[in-house]
């Protein structure tokens, strides 16, 4: 059933990728055990039910691999804990998964429309906010955020910073 979900993923994704989505979405809704996936840009709004949870993992190796179908093979640029970007000189995927809330977000930028220097890279994973799930708020306490930023500000060119 869940490999059905990456199939689905990858022909939603294919169907639409000419339309050059700006952002392709899932957010699973826990207590219905629903998956809404949706592509957004100029001119497109599709969204789809998926009457499952669809894994993060699983949403986002169909997309990418949808896209390397069209795009060619992208290599993966980590940007920070829970942020990478798969990119070519053709397409930029910014995969930016927020467990806690059920929501996993991909930017897409085309060839001509951005390009992500290091720089924007390393002040984005600088400034990234820390993210509490639901359920684990006594996980990451205060002082642990407090030693997170003050890492990652002491090196922000280290790729990952946080030590804790």
Not at 77 to 83: A, D, H, Q
Not at 101 to 125: A, H, M, Q
Request: aromatic share 12%; glycine share 6%; charged share 30%.
């Amino acid at each position: 059933m869940k490999e059905d979900a990456k199939e689905l993923v990858k022909k939603l994704v294919r169907q639409y990728i000419k339309s050059r989505p700006k952002g392709i979405s899932l957010k699973l809704s826990w207590n219905d055990r629903r998956s809404r996936i949706s592509l957004v840009g100029d001119g497109l709004n599709k969204a789809v039910e998926y009457y499952d949870t669809i894994p993060f993992s699983l949403f986002a190796s169909g997309v990418i691999e949808a896209c390397e179908e069209v795009y060619g093979k992208l290599k993966v640029v980590p940007v920070s804990f829970r942020e990478d970007i798969y990119e070519n000189d053709k397409v930029s995927l910014d995969l930016y998964p927020t467990g806690g809330l059920g929501v996993f977000n991909i930017y897409v930028k085309y060839e001509g429309e951005w390009v992500v220097s290091k720089f924007d890279k390393l002040i984005r994973r600088m400034f990234a906010p820390i993210i509490v799930f639901r359920g684990f708020k006594n996980l990451v306490t205060e002082e642990m955020k407090t030693k997170i930023t003050i890492e990652r500000l002491k090196d922000p060119f280290s790729q990952y910073s946080y030590r804790l």
